[in-house]
C-alpha cells in the first residue's frame, strides 16, 4: 500500500479530538482539580465524551502518532500494509505489516515481522509500541516469545510526541529484524512439540489459562482445518495457532486487544512449559 492508501484506512481513527473545560459543558456543578476537563472525540455521530481528567493531562492525538510512523516505516517498507482497530472511539491499535522479511516455522507457514502501536483518549490503555510478528497464512498477530523485550510504553506527555518513541522505536525494530531467528526458537519448539491428543490439550490450555472455555470447539476445528492446509500433524505449534486464530478472528471473544494478548502470551508460555 501507498502513504494515500494507508491514511485513507487509518482515517477513521484520526477524528478530531480536544480537552476541555467541564463547566463549560455542566455549568452550574462544581469539580475537583483531577476531573475539571472531559476528553472530547468528534465521530461521525456526533460529540463523545470518553474520559475525564484534569488539567494537566496531555492528550495526544492519533493522527501526531502514527503519521510519523507512516512516513519512517514507509522509506524501508514500500509494500506495508495497516490494520486498525478501535475501541469505543477511545482506544486504538494500529498494526503495521512489514514485507521483504520472511521467516519459516515450517513449510508453507511463513511469518513477517508486525508493529503495532496502541493509543486511547480514555487512559485505559498506555501509549505503546510493540512488537511481534503476522503469520501469513491466516493473517494472525502473534506474541512475541519471552527473551525480546520489544515494547516501549509512554506516558501521555509533551515529549511522547515529539520523536523520541520513533527514534526508539526504529532502533528496536532493527535489533528485533536481526535477532529475528532466535526470537523465531520457541515457535520451532513448538513445531517440534507432537499432540497425540488434541482435545485434551486444547481442554488442558483453557484450564490453566484466561481462554474462554465456550470457544474450544472453534479452537479444535481451527487445528483440524491448518493440519488439512498444510498437510502437517498435530503439535502444539498448530495448537497455538488454533487458539491464536480465535483471539484475532472470533468476534464473539469480545475483549480488549491488550487483554487478549495476554491470554495469548499465556497460552505461549503454558505450551513452553514455563
Known sequence: ???TEILKKMAPIFMPVTKVKADTLLSGYLFNSDNDHFIQVETPKGKRMVNNCSEDYTVISNREIMVPFVDELLKTYTGMDVQVKQRKDAQFYVDFHLPGKQ???????????RMRIQNSYNGRVKYAIELG??????TNGMTVPAGFHGKIKM???????????????????????KSAPEIM????????????NIEE??????????????????VLARVNHEMALLKQPATDWLIYNGFNYQLNHNEAINT????KDKIDESILLHLLGN
Do not use: W
Not at 510478528?133 to 491466516?138: D, S, Y
Not at 506516558?155 to 529484524?177: N, Q, R, V
Open 155 to 177: 506516558m501521555h506527555t509533551p515529549g511522547a510526541g515529539e520523536g523520541l518513541a520513533l527514534k526508539k522505536s526504529m532502533e528496536m525494530l532493527d535489533t528485533f529484524i
Open 201 to 218: 490439550r486444547i481442554a488442558e490450555i483453557i484450564e490453566n489459562t484466561k481462554f474462554p472455555k465456550r470457544q474450544a470447539e472453534e
Open 256 to 259: 480488549m486487544e491488550h487483554k
Open 103 to 113: 521467516f519459516k516455522v515450517v513449510k508453507k507457514d511463513d511469518i513477517i515481522p
Open 185 to 196: 526458537a520457541p515457535y520451532l519448539k513448538l513445531s517440534e512439540q507432537p499432540v497425540s
Open 133 to 138: 510478528f503476522l503469520r501469513l497464512v491466516c
Open 1 to 3: 500500500m501507498n502513504r
